[in-house]
């Protein structure tokens, strides 16, 4: 018997088709969005977006299911007799407005041209204020849940996104039926079942013992705002490896599979990795890196953590506390500054060497000594979202001057994210949630080895690697896997399909020693512009808003 995950990433869709009885994965097609990150100006418009949005077409999810799906099924030969179920994560908070039978408003022609109609992606940053206004009001209102989010609320999640909506498109706002993650929407498509998974919900909607805050709360935010959960979203919570549903007619036709094939409740693409590299214990925290990182652990105590994105009962592992926190730019970082800042001499050289830039600035970087170019820098190129979560925060690079060249600078810049993952480790440890080891997953690391080597000598852990390069489509895999009958549960599941690397990446004492005292002036630069002491980033970013209108 086989399974399919599917993997929504941030700017690409990819399945993996799995044997359930070892993991192995048989097929892997990849379809990249058609309108990919939307953050210029909506598709068919000339007209730019505010600074900090970005948005998605969910048709293009759709898309995915198509052009995926067939192509491993023809890949591998497999019948679609034999594929009992499929699985489904997603990047998150990534949430859209509906009409009652799912249709998104930026399908129908009245809204087409209201970005508020459109999908906000995970790094929408724009609702930033209503973010403010959630954390001022609970802490004025003594709303005991906050705490459980490390006393804010990040821009990036669901109830700032909506409260944006009809703050500045009331109009939106009355026209929507459903406010949805889109990870649930897509299941919806597949099997005709609106269904809300408890994980999102848990982390990105303030989900806390199966209920929301209450409706006094939601009106002291706004008026308006008083019936959001019960007008246009609703109160069950589907459990993480149940069955959602069957694909309907319609699905099956575009997929190519079976009518009623199992779809599993959708899950968050970073927790649904945890049990693909077979991390089911308290003591390993898992990191996902791409675009950005998410880092998850699970413990078996409640703990309150300065800036987690969350922590919820059973939310990655059944049993367990499942903690969350992460770095709003890990990969956008690199890719920033390749697009942006590497001068042609490097260009023409990695040509001239038959590498990418990125290879090739990373053997130029690993030349170097720890120390050796000099600088510092602070990992807030898309905000900070933990321990600060502020997505007013921006990018700081210090100790450059004539003789700095582009390798020093992406050396520094890996550096700093390393640092940002120190400072989330050491959070959660002062407040005794144990990290003990590190593994890693994603394309990243997979093939960044200067990135594995520093972060294991900034951290001073070890580091592995997950044994697939597609984990989170493994781990949905996994669940469709359980959602199907095929395993009783998810660790059952993870015993026998899910992957880990031997390799182990060991810190190197000498390194660590220099990175301890390089760490010390990061977390000085890191309280000075971050913990309000020097706010000149928020001003210089209110300059940038009011020019920009």
């Given at each position: 018997m086989y399974t399919i995950g599917i993997d929504f990433g941030t700017e690409s869709g990819r399945a993996v088709l799995v044997d359930t009885r070892d993991g192995r994965e048989v097929a892997t097609a990849i379809h990249a969005y058609g309108d990919g990150v939307i953050d210029e100006h909506l598709p068919g418009s000339d007209k730019p977006l505010p600074p900090d949005w970005?948005?998605?077409?969910?048709?293009?999810?759709?898309?995915?299911?198509?052009?995926?799906?067939?192509?491993v099924l023809k890949q591998s030969g497999i019948s679609p007799d034999q594929v009992v179920g499929v699985g489904v994560d997603f990047t998150a908070c990534t949430m859209m407005p509906t009409k009652a039978d799912g249709t998104p408003l930026c399908g129908l022609a009245e809204w087409k041209n209201n970005p508020h109609s459109w999908v906000k992606l995970w790094k929408h940053h724009g609702a930033q204020p209503q973010?403010?206004?959630?954390?001022?009001?609970?802490?004025?209102?003594?709303?005991?849940?906050?705490?459980?989010?490390?006393?804010?609320?990040?821009?990036?999640?669901?109830?700032?996104?909506?409260?944006?909506?009809?703050?500045?498109?009331?109009e939106v706002y009355r026209a929507t039926d459903r406010f949805i993650e889109a990870?649930?929407?897509?299941?919806?498509?597949?099997?005709?079942?609106?269904?809300?998974?408890?994980?999102?919900?848990?982390?990105?909607?303030?989900?806390?013992?199966?209920?929301?805050?209450?409706?006094?709360?939601?009106?002291?935010?706004?008026?308006?705002f008083a019936d959001v959960v019960d007008s246009k979203m609703g109160r069950t919570f589907a459990r993480l490896g149940d069955k959602a549903g069957g694909l309907t007619a319609e699905a099956a036709a575009y997929t190519g599979l079976r009518p009623g094939t199992a779809v599993a409740v959708a899950n968050v693409d970073a927790h649904v990795t945890y049990p693909a590299v077979k991390a089911t214990k308290p003591g390993t925290m898992v990191m996902i890196m791409g675009t950005s990182t998410c880092h998850i652990l699970i413990g078996d105590k409640l703990q309150t953590v300065e800036g987690m994105c969350g922590v919820v009962p059973d939310g990655i592992i059944p049993g367990y506390y499942g903690y969350e926190a992460g770095q709003s730019g890990v990969g956008d970082i690199f890719a920033w500054f390749?697009?942006?800042?590497?001068?042609?001499?490097?260009?023409?050289?990695?040509?001239?060497?038959?590498?990418?830039?990125?290879?090739?600035?990373?053997?130029?970087?690993?030349?170097?000594?720890?120390?050796?170019?000099?600088?510092?820098?602070?990992?807030?190129?898309?905000?900070?979202?933990?321990?600060?979560?502020?997505?007013?925060?921006?990018?700081?690079?210090?100790?450059?001057?004539?003789?700095?060249?582009?390798?020093?600078?992406?050396?520094?810049?890996?550096?700093?994210?390393?640092?940002g993952t120190r400072v989330i480790i050491d959070a959660f440890t002062e407040r005794g949630v144990p990290v003990t080891e590190l593994i890693v997953a994603g394309g990243l690391p997979e093939k960044n080895k200067l990135l594995r080597q520093i972060y294991a000598d900034v951290t001073g852990r070890t580091l592995r690697?997950?044994?697939?390069?597609?984990?989170?489509?493994?781990?949905?895999?996994?669940?469709a896997a359980v959602a199907a009958g095929v395993y009783a549960n998810i660790e059952a599941a993870a015993d026998k399909m899910g992957k880990l690397s031997d390799d182990v990446v060991t810190p190197i004492s000498e390194n660590s020693h220099v990175y301890d005292e390089l760490?010390?002036?990061?977390?000085?630069?890191?309280?000075?512009?971050?913990?309000?002491?020097?706010?000149?980033?928020?001003?210089?970013?209110?300059?940038?808003?009011?020019?920009?209108?």
């Open positions: 970005a948005l998605q077409n969910p048709f293009d999810y759709i898309e995915v299911f198509k052009r995926t799906i067939p192509a973010a403010d206004l959630i954390n001022e009001t609970a802490r004025k209102m003594g709303e005991g849940w906050l705490e459980r989010y490390g006393g804010k609320i990040s821009s990036e999640w669901f109830f700032s996104k909506a409260l944006q909506i009809l703050v500045e498109a009331p990870a649930d929407w897509v299941i919806w498509q597949l099997t005709g079942v609106e269904t809300r998974n408890a994980c999102t919900a848990g982390y990105k909607a303030m989900v806390q013992d199966g209920q929301y805050p209450r409706k006094e709360y939601f009106a002291a935010l706004h008026p308006d390749v697009d942006n800042a590497v001068p042609p001499v490097y260009h023409e050289a990695a040509k001239q060497a038959g590498m990418n830039l990125h290879q090739y600035l990373e053997v130029e970087a690993a030349k170097q000594k720890v120390g050796e170019h000099g600088l510092l820098a602070l990992d807030w190129w898309n905000g900070n979202r933990s321990t600060l979560v502020d997505a007013d925060l921006t990018g700081l690079l210090i100790g450059a001057s004539l003789g700095t060249r582009a390798p020093d600078i992406y050396r520094a810049l890996i550096e700093a994210t390393a640092y690697l997950a044994g697939s390069a597609q984990a989170p489509a493994l781990g949905s895999a996994m669940h760490f010390a002036d990061y977390k000085t630069l890191y309280d000075t512009f971050g913990r309000g002491k020097n706010d000149v980033m928020k001003r210089l970013k209110k300059i940038r808003r009011q020019v920009a209108g």
